[in-house]
C-alpha cells in the first residue's frame, strides 16, 4: 500500500460479530495488494472478546499496515460506528460494509472503475446475492405514506394501483439508478461526504441509510447500482429486525424511532401523520380479509399498530439504547 493518501477505505463495523468480520476480511483480502486502500475496523464496544479475536486475525496478515481496528467506547449505533471509521482516514472513496458479507471476485475493483467514470454518481451499491449466487432485493424507492399502506394492506389490487410506491425493486441484470441502496455494501464517493456530512447520529439502526440517500439525492448525486460487482449478504449480523418480522414478532423499538424520525425529517409534521394514519387503513384491509380467509397471511408484527406512534409527540427525540430496554 502507498505511504500517500488511500484512494480506497474500506469500513467495517463490528458488534460481537468477530468471525463474520474475518470472513468478511479473508473474502477480500487478495485485493488489498492489488489496491491503494485502508481497511478500518471499527468495534462497537462488542463488551465480548471481539477485539481480542479481531488483534489476532490482524497480526498474522503479512500487510497488516493496511488495517486498522478502532475500539470504540460506546456503541451508539450502525451510523456512530460507520462515522467512526469515515472519520479516520482521509480517502477518495469510502467502502462501506457490514460484517456479514463477503466480497466476490474483483467486486471492489467494478464498483471503482465505475463509480470513477460517472461524476454525477455519488453512491454505487452492487449486486446483493445469498452464498449460493440467488439475488437479494438492495435497491429501493423511498419510503412514503402511500408505501406505508399498501405495505399494510398487503393486497394485490392495492399494489398494482399503487405499484410506483412499492419500496423493494426488482432485481435488475443491468446498471439502473435508484431512491436508496442497501448499506450492507455501499461505494461512497468523498466528496459527498463534504457536501451533505456524515451518516445521522439521531439512529440507532435502520432508516439512518435511507435519510443519508435522501440527502444525497437532494444534493443533486446520483445513487446507482453496478449488478456486475456481486457481494453475498448473509443476514446473520447484529441486528434480530429480519428474524423477528418473518415471524411477525414485536420488533425493536429502535426499529420505530427510526421510522418516526425518517418520515419527520423527510414529510414533516403532515406527511408523520399521513403515514401512521395510511399504515392503521391498510392494517383494516389486512384485519378484514384475514376475517374473510383464514390462510392469508398479514405483514403486521405484534403491537405495531402501537409502536408505529413511538416518539411521535417528539420525532427528533434521542432514542432509547436498547441496552436500557426494560429499564423503569
Given amino acids: 500500500m502507498s505511504s500517500s493518501k488511500p484512494e480506497l477505505a474500506i469500513v467495517i463495523v463490528n458488534y460481537r460479530t468477530p468471525q463474520l468480520v474475518i470472513d468478511c476480511l479473508e473474502s477480500f483480502k487478495a485485493a488489498i495488494t492489488r489496491l491503494n486502500a485502508v481497511v478500518i475496523i471499527v468495534d462497537n464496544c462488542s463488551g465480548d ?4 479475536v479481531l488483534e489476532q486475525w490482524l497480526q498474522a496478515q503479512t500487510m497488516s499496515t493496511a488495517y486498522r481496528l478502532i475500539k470504540s467506547e460506546v456503541n451508539h449505533g450502525f451510523a456512530s460506528g460507520n462515522n467512526i471509521g469515515i472519520q479516520a482516514v482521509n480517502a477518495d472513496y469510502y467502502l462501506l460494509l457490514n460484517s456479514d458479507t463477503l466480497i466476490r471476485a474483483d467486486a471492489i475493483e467494478v464498483l471503482l472503475a465505475f463509480i470513477k467514470q460517472q461524476p454525477d454518481i455519488g453512491i454505487v451499491a452492487p449486486r446483493l446475492e445469498w452464498p449460493d449466487a440467488l439475488a437479494q432485493e438492495s435497491c429501493f424507492n423511498f419510503h412514503t405514506p402511500i408505501s406505508e399502506f399498501t405495505s399494510a394492506a398487503k ?22 439508478l435508484y431512491d436508496w441502496v442497501s448499506f450492507a455494501c455501499v461505494l461512497i464517493h468523498a466528496n459527498v461526504f463534504e457536501a451533505i456530512g456524515l451518516l445521522d447520529e ?21 445513487i446507482a447500482y453496478q449488478p456486475l460487482a456481486h457481494v453475498v449478504h448473509l443476514r446473520g449480523g447484529s441486528s434480530p429486525l429480519k428474524k423477528q418480522a418473518k415471524l411477525r414478532k414485536r420488533l425493536p423499538r429502535y426499529f420505530y424511532e427510526s421510522r418516526t424520525r425518517f418520515f ?18 391498510g392494517m383494516l384491509v389486512t384485519k378484514m380479509r384475514g376475517a374473510v380467509s383464514p390462510t392469508y397471511e398479514t405483514n403486521i408484527a405484534e403491537q405495531q399498530w402501537r409502536d408505529i406512534w413511538i416518539n411521535f409527540s417528539q420525532p427528533l427525540r434521542s432514542y432509547m439504547h436498547p441496552d436500557d430496554y426494560g429499564k423503569t
Avoid at 439502526?205 to 437532494?218: P, T
Avoid at 403532515?270 to 403515514?275: D, E, N, P, S, V
Wanted: aromatic share 24%; proline share 2%; net charge positive.
Fill in 49 to 52: 472478546n471481539s477485539t481480542t
Fill in 155 to 176: 393486497t394485490s389490487i392495492f399494489s398494482k394501483i399503487f405499484r410506483r410506491f412499492i419500496v423493494a425493486q426488482p432485481v435488475s441484470d443491468i446498471v439502473n
Fill in 202 to 222: 439521531g439512529y440507532f439502526m435502520y432508516f439512518e441509510d435511507v435519510e443519508f440517500c435522501w440527502r444525497v439525492k437532494k444534493s443533486g448525486w446520483k
Fill in 264 to 281: 419527520f425529517q423527510s414529510y414533516g409534521w403532515l406527511g408523520l401523520i399521513a403515514a401512521n394514519m395510511l399504515w392503521t387503513f
